[in-house]
């Protein structure tokens, strides 16, 4: 007797499309591991006058937790609203996932990174770290971000590449991230050139997203800043320059990366799609401490936000994106 053809599969992708299912694996995390920061930065929700979301920084068992409910996982990012470096056990966290085999990237403010602490950084094994710059003289950084001061960013990076070099490592790669708006946009050039002054590997210009509240909305960079961008001469040193201050096509919203292949998980183990739903009173699709990742990843909640984005019926944040 024959044997009768298998049937055709279903492509993921449409698979995803029509129920919202993800046959996929969760390969990467942002974790918030503190929402506490020390700054008031112009970008930031922190710097609205009523934002009231509770402060907290996470534990190490509750990022050891973490780190279990998505055994998948190959990299993560500590990133959040909090400075990841105001959490007494960062440290500790990062040494934990290094130790799991996971690459661990982080952001941050840069104020926190003593001598002892990038030491201790690059012996736990962190693999890049990215530093906020808003702002390329000290009036404009210190408007921007609430808090800080240039000198004391710049000896932030000094300190890591004195330990590098003191330990022989290679790691952490580190960069630069710079949140573009009409307040600094003119500041790229020079902003470029303090990343070059400071030995960073890369710099990553991106914009202001509208997620926030209205507050924010007359910051946000328009035709005629983004025009002015795209006319400055091509860079061709040696920092690698990622150019993100242009607002996404309705296509690359609709395919967006995050609810088919990554999670944002905030200090309290909620669940969200991305990194713009940071408060998980607007968003959340469960909560990894009650459930493991993968049966978040594909309960309902997830699986409707999916197949809503997919077919083009984007949510507010997704459309500011």
Not at 2 to 24: C, H, I, K, W
Not at 38 to 62: G, I, T, V, W
Not at 63 to 79: G, N
Request: aromatic share 10%; glycine share 6%.
């Amino acid at each position: 007797m024959s044997q009768l053809p298998a049937p055709p599969s279903v492509d993921p992708y449409t698979r995803m499309r029509e129920t919202g299912e993800n046959s996929f694996s969760i390969r990467a995390i942002q974790i918030e591991t503190s929402s506490i920061c020390n700054f008031r930065c112009a970008s930031c929700a922190l710097s609205l006058a009523d934002y009231d979301r509770p402060e907290k920084h996470m534990s190490a068992e509750q990022f050891a937790r973490v780190l279990a409910a998505f055994p998948d996982v190959e990299k993560i990012e500590l990133q959040g609203l909090g400075e990841v470096f105001l959490n007494p056990q960062a440290v500790e966290l990062v040494r934990e996932a290094v130790r799991r085999g996971i690459q661990v990237h982080t952001f941050s403010n840069a104020s926190m990174l003593t001598r002892e602490l990038a030491f201790k950084l690059v012996e736990a094994g962190l693999h890049t770290i990215n530093m906020s710059l808003d702002g390329a003289d000290e009036a404009t950084f210190k408007r921007l971000r609430k808090g800080g001061t240039l000198p004391r960013y710049k000896r932030c990076f000094t300190h890591l590449w004195e330990a590098k070099a003191a330990l022989g490592s290679a790691l952490p790669h580190l960069g630069v991230m710079s949140v573009l708006s009409k307040e600094n946009y003119r500041q790229a050039p020079r902003m470029l050139a303090i990343a070059e002054e400071l030995g960073a590997e890369t710099i990553i210009f991106t914009k202001l997203n509208g997620g926030h509240k209205a507050d924010q909305i007359p910051l946000q960079l328009g035709p005629e800043e983004r025009a002015w961008l795209a006319a400055l001469p091509e860079y061709r040193g040696r920092v690698q320059m990622m150019r993100a201050w242009t607002p996404w096509t309705f296509e690359e919203r609709v395919s967006c990366y995050w609810p088919r292949h990554m999670a944002y998980v905030t200090v309290e183990g909620d669940v969200t799609a991305c990194c713009n739903y940071f408060d998980s009173r607007e968003q959340k699709f469960g909560n990894v401490f009650e459930k493991s990742g993968p049966e978040i990843w594909n309960d309902a909640p997830y699986r409707e936000f999916r197949k809503r984005l997919m077919n083009g019926d984007l949510p507010d944040k997704c459309k500011t994106c």
